[in-house]
C-alpha cells in the first residue's frame, strides 16, 4: 500500500532527528560509554519519589484541572518571584502545568503561529524547534552562533533576520547542546529589539538552575518583555524528573488561555503524580538540586581540562551540562568522529550537526556521567584523538 | 575551596589532589597546601575507608552502647568519657542529650567478647550509672553510603 499518500505532506517532509539515527547505532553495540544522553545520571532526590508515592497512596489518581493543580501553580509562581528569575506572574491565570517543556513549546507555538509566519531561532540548538515549528505551520528561520562569541547571541544577529511576517523568537540560554548564556548587554538589547519589531520571545529556561557562573534573571524581567514573553521551564534537567514528564509555561493571561485551549484538547492535564512530585520539588529539594549543579560544575572543570590537554577545542560552558567540543583538528567530519570514536573506542558521543548544520566540526559530550565513566571515556577520546593526528 | 575539599575529602577520602584541582578548577599546588593546612589544624583526623563487615568472612561483632554517667563537679562528662575513649574495643563516643548521656560503639570479635567488656571494664568504671546494650543486627547506610545494590537501571544510550 501507498501509505504517502496518507500521511501528511508536512509531516513526510520533516526529517527524523539525527540523534535518532546515531541512537540507532549505538544500541547496536556493547560495552559503549555514553556521553550522548540529555538527561541526568541522578535518580530524581528522593524526597521527591516519596512524595510521588505517597499521593499514589492517598490515591491521589484523578485528573487535575487543565491548567493542573492550583498548589503547584503558586508555587512556581511564588519560585518565579523569589528566586533567581525575578518576574512575577499570577497563579491563577498565567501559568499553566504542561507535560514538560516539550509540551509547553508546542502549545506555545501551535497557539501564536497562522500558517507561513516566520519564527527566528538559534542553532546549533535543540533538536525540536525547527520540526515543532513546521508542524506549527510556521517558517522556521535560523541564526547560526559560533564558538568565536562562544555561542551566545547579539541582537543584531537577531535584527538581520527579522522581516515583516516575523512573529516570534526562540530563546534557550543556558543552550542544549552549547552551554552558552546571554550577557546583561545581549539581553537587554535583544529585549528593546523585540519591543521595537513587536515580537513575542519564547525564552526555554529548562536549564537555568544549571548556571555555573554568574546567573542573570529571566529575560521576562526586562523592560517590557514581560507582556510578550512565554516563559517556559521544567522540572526534568535541574531535579533530575525527565521520566516524570512535568514542565510548565507562564506568561500574559491571554496566551496562557491560547495555550489552555489547546492543551485542554489534546493532553486535559499533566499526571497527577508527577504535578504532586513537583510541587515537592520546588518545596523541598533545593538542597538536593545544589549538590547536583554542583557535582555537574565540577566534573564540567575537569572534562574541559582534559579535552584541552588532548587539543580539542572546547571553551567553558557557563551552563546546562553539555561541552560542545571543536573536532576539526582531527581533520574528521562532526558525523565521522563520532563513528569512528564509537567503532574504535566504544565511546558515544552526539555529532554537532544533530542540532544544525552549523554543529559541523563539534560533537555534543555529556557531562552529566559520574567521573569514573567520564575519565574512562576522556582516556579513550585521547587514544582516538592521538591516533587520528598521527 | 576548603569546604569544597573537605566534601570531596568525605565522599573519597582516596580522591587525588590533581583531581580535586581540576573539579575545582584551582591548581595542584593550593590543594596541597589546603589540605597541609586543615590536616595541621586538627580538621582532618585521619583517612579511613568504609567497609561493609557482612561482605568479610568473619564478620566482627559490634553494639551501641547507651550509658549513663553522674557527672563530676570538676569535668562534667569529660573524664569518664575521655577515660572510656582510651578503650581499643570502642570506635566511637558521643555526649549527646536525652534519656541518657553517652552513646557508644563497641567492636569485639563475639558476642561474648563485648558482653564481657561490658561487665568488666565499662560498668565498673567510677561514675557510669548504669549501660543498656544493643547488638547491631545489620547495616544498611554508613557514612553516607547505601551498603545494599539496588537492581541495575539502565537509562538510554542518546537521548535529545
Ligand atoms: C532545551 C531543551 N528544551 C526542552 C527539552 C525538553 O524537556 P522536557 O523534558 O521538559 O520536555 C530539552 C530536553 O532535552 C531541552 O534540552
Known amino acids: 500500500m501507498d501509505y504517502n499518500k496518507f500521511i501528511a505532506q508536512h509531516i513526510q517532509e520533516l526529517p527524523k532527528s539525527g540523534i535518532r539515527k546515531f541512537f540507532d547505532l549505538v544500541n547496536l553495540m556493547d560495552n559503549v560509554i555514553s556521553l550522548g544522553v540529555g538527561e541526568p545520571d541522578f535518580a530524581t532526590p528522593w524526597e521527591i519519589r516519596e512524595a510521588a508515592i505517597y499521593s499514589l497512596e492517598k490515591g491521589h489518581t484523578s485528573y487535575t484541572s487543565n491548567l493542573g493543580l492550583l498548589s503547584l501553580r503558586k508555587e512556581i509562581c511564588r519560585y518565579l518571584k523569589d528566586e533567581d528569575f525575578n518576574v512575577e506572574y499570577n497563579p491563577v491565570d498565567e501559568c499553566i502545568i504542561t507535560v514538560g517543556v516539550s509540551e509547553a513549546l508546542d502549545l506555545a507555538l501551535r497557539a501564536l503561529i497562522n500558517i507561513g509566519d516566520e519564527v527566528i531561532y538559534h542553532e546549533p540548538c535543540y533538536v525540536s524547534y525547527n520540526a515543532e515549528i513546521k508542524m506549527a505551520h510556521g517558517v522556521p528561520v535560523k541564526i547560526e552562533t559560533n564558538i568565536d562569541n562562544e555561542f551566545s547571541l547579539d541582537a543584531k544577529q537577531i535584527a538581520e533576520k527579522i522581516t515583516p511576517k516575523t512573529k516570534a523568537i526562540i530563546l534557550n540560554f543556558p543552550c542544549n547542546p552549547t552551554g552558552a548564556t546571554l550577557n546583561n548587554e545581549q539581553m537587554t538589547e535583544i529585549s528593546k529589539l523585540a519591543v521595537e519589531h513587536d515580537l513575542i520571545v519564547l525564552t526555554d529556561e529548562i536549564y537555568s538552575e544549571l548556571t555555573y557562573e554568574e546567573r542573570l534573571p529571566s529575560i521576562a524581567s526586562y523592560p517590557g518583555m514581560r507582556e510578550r514573553t512565554i516563559f517556559l521551564h521544567g522540572f526534568s534537567k535541574a531535579y533530575a524528573m525527565t521520566g516524570f514528564r512535568v514542565g510548565f509555561a507562564c506568561g500574559p493571561k491571554e496566551l496562557i488561555d491560547a495555550m489552555m485551549k489547546i492543551h485542554q484538547y489534546t493532553m486535559l492535564c499533566a499526571s497527577i503524580t508527577s504535578q504532586e512530585a513537583a510541587l515537592e520539588a520546588l518545596r523541598n529539594s533545593k538542597k538536593s538540586m545544589l549538590m547536583m549543579k554542583n557535582e555537574y560544575m565540577q566534573r564540567r572543570n575537569y572534562f574541559v581540562k582534559r579535552f584541552n590537554e588532548m587539543g580539542l577545542r572546547c571553551y567553558k560552558p557557563r551552563g546546562s551540562f553539555y561541552l560542545f567540543v571543536e573536532v576539526t583538528s582531527t581533520k574528521l567530519s562532526s558525523l565521522d568522529f563520532a563513528e569512528k570514536l564509537l567503532e574504535e573506542e566504544r565511546v558515544a558521543v552526539v555529532p554537532g550537526t544533530a542540532f544544525g548544520s552549523c554543529g559541523e566540526g563539534f560533537v555534543r559530550c555529556c557531562y552529566a556521567m559520574s567521573l569514573e565513566e567520564i575519565k574512562v571515556a576522556t582516556d579513550r577520546i585521547e587514544r582516538f584523538v592521538k591516533n587520528m593526528k598521527d | ?160
Not at chain 2, 568525605?10 to 580522591?15: D, L, P, T, V
Not at chain 2, 549513663?68 to 568519657?81: E, T
Not at chain 2, 575513649?85 to 563485648?114: C, P
Open chain 2, 1 to 160: 575551596m576548603r569546604e569544597s575539599i573537605l566534601k570531596l575529602l568525605q565522599q573519597n577520602s582516596r580522591i587525588s589532589n590533581s583531581e580535586i584541582a581540576a573539579r575545582l578548577d584551582v591548581c595542584e599546588d593550593e590543594v596541597k597546601k589546603c589540605i597541609d593546612s586543615l590536616e595541621e589544624g586538627g580538621v582532618i583526623k585521619g583517612y579511613t575507608a568504609v567497609i561493609n563487615d557482612e561482605a568479610l568472612e568473619n564478620s566482627a561483632v559490634k553494639a551501641i552502647i547507651e550509658v549513663k554517667v553522674s557527672p563530676s563537679r570538676d569535668g562534667g562528662f569529660d573524664p569518664v568519657a575521655k577515660k572510656i575513649a582510651k578503650f581499643s574495643q570502642v570506635s566511637e563516643v558521643y555526649l549527646i542529650s536525652g534519656g541518657y548521656d553517652l552513646r557508644l560503639v563497641v567492636n569485639g570479635q563475639t558476642l561474648n567478647e563485648v558482653a564481657s567488656f561490658v561487665a568488666r571494664k565499662l560498668s565498673t568504671i567510677d561514675g557510669v550509672t548504669s549501660t543498656r546494650t544493643h547488638f547491631l543486627l545489620k547495616k544498611y547506610k554508613q557514612a553516607n553510603m547505601i551498603l545494599h545494590e539496588d537492581e541495575d537501571f539502565e537509562r538510554l544510550k542518546i537521548t535529545p
